[in-house]
């Protein structure tokens, strides 16, 4: 077990993490590996890459690495376990979390204007005379208002620092004023290298080699390809009619920074697993070299870049720190990078909330497998166990819950005049709220206790009460005070479905629905039962709601398609 998979057992404190709460939980998703494998090696004859080398993480564990193809097509030697590839651009995610390390040690701001360090930038010319200093975490976001420069940066990788201060000198054409627009820039990846080494006082490889790569067990990985053993190293190779024609590695330089770095799938998947390892946020020791908090810190949109609407799916992304995010009707929050250089690409992607990332490597220019990776999360999204952690309710929510399901039962309006915030009665008099909970208890009838709370986050949650004619849809809100105080509720009345609604519900899960499949009917969501019901949906691809409403003539029509409670798309 890795280092920092070992202190998730330390002793938490006051606040509980989020947890995975299905037993079964890794088994199910083990249990797609298989066909994962299927998808990969699919996926590498249908890029016809001379190799290819992939890698499935979860809980920290690198659970399928599979490789395909040859590293060398003169020697036909294969494409093994410990093969290296130079992942290109994959490469700013580590330039960034050297940046931020720094912060976190006090020896640099991300608010510091890049003058501070590469002096060259003072009394530069902006694009306008407005416009401020770049900062240096404009270098890490692609905000600095460089041009994009694929693929000229590429080219760029062995450069000497004593060439790149003087293109400084020359003065860099803009693009955009600094931090007006998101457009990638390898040039910024390359000065915020400059950035870590005058900061540090270390060279840029010596740097990143010693102070991120060692600590985590990435001794396999180099930002120089010649460190690597010949016999490891994949060759890079471009295509050339029904063939390939090699590609040779340029050496280390100032443009290392941004796509230098060579490395192994067991390798990467410890960058990737080190990245998983932020979330939840929790108490305990810190292990790795960069905060838990600065992780997360990458991880978050700091610029956006794009908005993608398809029929059945729309993307929306951007850019954290050296790693670009992304939402999509599947998944809030998917963290990822691609890589492509003359004679490789490659591509890694991960879910946060769900403690699983992919990783795949090939030895062709720019064949990137996203779109396979992307399908990958589909295939474990089947498996049923593709969830995200559940939070435990906070003791204030706890015992909010209890207390309002006692003012249910029996109204007691001293007591909640004890509980509530000064805006609740501002809000709805005594009598009104007393008026409330009377006209919901006469439609549903006698009540069970509150059931199990499902917090949306520690001070705002729901609970269900399970009555004789429905059940009773509980939400409510704690306002910020010490201690926390009752500042909204509300109570919904959900009836049983009629046998109508029941009958049109299984007609409706007969057949799958486009974009998700076949779908299973879960809890009713709201609607009395008889002229409108509405229930949510898990699908083979992800959750939706459907709405049964009763037509004039006593028939219950077609079930319309919504998203889930939470969702993010249509289906």
């Known amino acids: 077990m890795r280092p920092w998979i070992l202190a998730l057992a330390l002793p938490l404190l006051a606040v509980e993490p989020a947890r995975f709460t299905d037993p079964q939980r890794v088994a199910k998703l083990k249990a797609a590996l298989p066909a994962l ?4 090696e699919r996926t590498h004859q249908q890029m016809g890459v001379p190799g290819s080398a992939w890698g499935v993480v979860i809980d920290g564990e690198l659970a399928l690495a ?3 193809g040859v590293r060398d097509t003169k020697s036909q030697d294969p494409v093994g376990g410990d093969t290296a590839f130079r992942i290109a651009s994959m490469t700013k995610s580590f330039t960034a979390a050297a940046i931020l390390k720094l912060r976190d040690e006090g020896k640099l701001s991300l608010e510091d204007p890049v003058e501070r360090w590469i002096p060259e930038f003072k009394n530069y010319g902006y694009p306008t005379s407005d416009s401020a200093p ?28 004593a060439t790149l201060k003087q293109w400084v000198k020359d003065g860099i054409p803009f693009s955009t004023a600094p931090d007006t627009a998101y457009e990638y820039s390898n040039y910024g990846f390359a000065l915020a290298g400059q950035v870590v080494q005058r900061a540090s006082g270390m060279n840029y490889r010596v740097y990143i080699e010693s102070q991120i790569l060692k600590p985590l067990g990435m001794t396999a990985s180099s930002l120089e390809p010649s460190a690597i053993p010949a016999k490891v190293r994949a060759i890079g190779y471009g295509r050339e009619g029904d063939g390939f024609v090699e590609i040779p590695s340029l050496a280390h330089g100032s443009f290392g920074a941004m796509g230098g770095l060579v490395t192994t799938v067991p390798d990467l998947a410890k960058w990737v697993a080190y990245q998983l390892s932020a979330f939840p946020p929790r108490d305990g020791q810190e292990i790795g070299p960069v905060r838990r908090s600065s992780l997360r810190e990458m ?9 993608i609407s398809e029929r059945t799916r729309a993307t929306t992304g951007g850019y954290g720190y050296g790693l670009g995010i992304s939402t999509d009707c599947r998944f809030a929050h998917i963290v990822g ?17 769900y403690g699983v990332g992919m990783l795949a490597m090939t030895n062709l220019t720019y064949q990137g497998p996203a779109g396979a990776l992307s399908e990958a999360f589909d295939l474990l999204l089947r498996t049923g166990a593709l969830e995200t952690r559940v939070l435990p309710p906070s003791p204030e929510l706890v015992a909010m819950r209890d207390a309002i399901g006692q003012i249910w039962q029996r109204w007691d309006e001293p007591k909640l005049t004890n509980l509530a915030a000064d805006n609740f009665f501002m809000d709805g008099a005594p009598a009104a709220r007393r008026r409330q909970i009377e006209a919901v208890q006469v439609r549903v009838g006698k009540c069970e206790a509150p059931g199990a709370i499902v917090p949306e986050n520690l001070l705002r949650g729901r609970f269900r009460m399970k009555c004789e004619k429905g059940e009773v849809d ?11 105080t009752l500042q909204m509720w509300s109570f919904s009345p959900i009836g049983a479905p009629s046998e109508a609604m029941g009958k049109a519900a299984a007609e409706f899960l007969a057949r799958p629905r486009e974009g998700l499949g ?3 009917l879960g809890e009713a969501l709201a609607g009395d039962g008889q002229r409108m019901s509405r229930f949510l949906l898990r699908c083979e691809n992800g959750t939706a709601s459907v709405v049964f409403t009763t037509k ?5 029509g077609p079930g319309v398609l919504q998203r889930a409670p939470g969702g993010r798309c249509a289906p």
């Not at 509980?474 to 926390?484: C, D, E």
């Not at 004039?552 to 219950?556: K, L």
Request: glycine share 12%.
């Open 337 to 353: 990078h691609g890589g492509g250089l003359p004679g490789f690409g490659s591509y890694m992607m991960w879910l946060p909330e």
């Open 37 to 40: 494998e299927q998808l990969f």
């Open 134 to 161: 770049i900062r240096v975490r404009q270098l890490i976001s692609h905000g600095a208002g460089f041009p994009e420069d694929n693929p000229w940066g590429d080219r760029q990788l062995a450069i000497p620092d």
């Open 552 to 556: 004039a003539d006593g028939t219950v």
């Open 474 to 484: 509980v939400t409510f809100t704690l306002a910020p005070t010490k201690p926390a």
């Open 66 to 68: 599979k490789s395909f």
């Open 299 to 307: 991880q978050r949109l700091q610029r956006q870049s794009n908005f």
């Open 518 to 520: 076949m779908c299973k």
